[in-house]
């Protein structure tokens, strides 16, 4: 059993392999179906944990409205308060540097040698084709919790840091009148909901970084590509993957309890495989 000669990279297969080859291989080589349901972090009982996905879910689509000019509700309706929290920061947010062309969840696709690598942006933030000064931001909402904003150096070494710059480089000319952006031309900016006291980190993009991650794609794709039956595809040796991993029992893995929680994005619905789809 090998990888579909067609299959579609996207942030959340390539960051599965990362974290677990294994876990790669079971989920889109093997398709093989969830046999449990995610383990919440820390002290948070399932439903809280599914609860607070759902709301991250829902501030995605709020936010999707209203860059569209479609109705979006009013704060003092909501019932939720980890929700009516993010919803209120967020319309109370400054936006007015960001490119005045505002393309919400738009989805590329970007070529690398054979392969195609996916990337659905929460909000891509462009330039006026008429303005001499072409810049291009992706906004990513993020409602990770913890005692600290993350740092600069974790955002800028994420997968999909790396993969969202790396496609809107390689894929932008399709939006920029035919002429491709530079990579100085592109950020990525993370933005906090849970943090007001550091609402966004905003990571540069350059010539240099682009190569790199062009290569380090380059060779992780390949490498995942020279699997040709499951023990290519081995366990991670950190069993700090395995806490939140839904193969847990096929593994006969249970994790740690030092486990940082996953990042929530990539618990939402993978769409490489599927890039028209509709939700
Ligand atoms: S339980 Fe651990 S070893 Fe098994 S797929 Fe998940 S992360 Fe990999």
Redesign the pocket.
Known sequence: MTLDPAFVFSQHSLGDYL?????F???YIARQPWPLIETPPGDMDVMAYRAYLQRGAVLHRWIERYWLGLPTPDAATLSDEELRTWWVRFQQADFHDLPPVRLPELELVAALDEARIYARFDLLALSAPEDPETRAVIVDWKTLRGTQPPSFSFLRQRIQTRIYLYTLVTASASLNNGRPLEPEQCTMRYWLANFPQQPWVEIPYSRTDYERDSQFLRDLIAQIRQGRNETDFP??S??R??TF????T??R?T?TPDAPPPDEELLMPDLSSVPDVEY
Do not use: F, H, V
Request: hydrophobic letters at 15%; aromatic letters at 10%.
């Open positions: 974290d677990c080859p294994r876990r291989y079971l989920k366990m991670t950190d069993e993957q395995c991993c839904t193969y847990r096929l593994c893995r994790g």
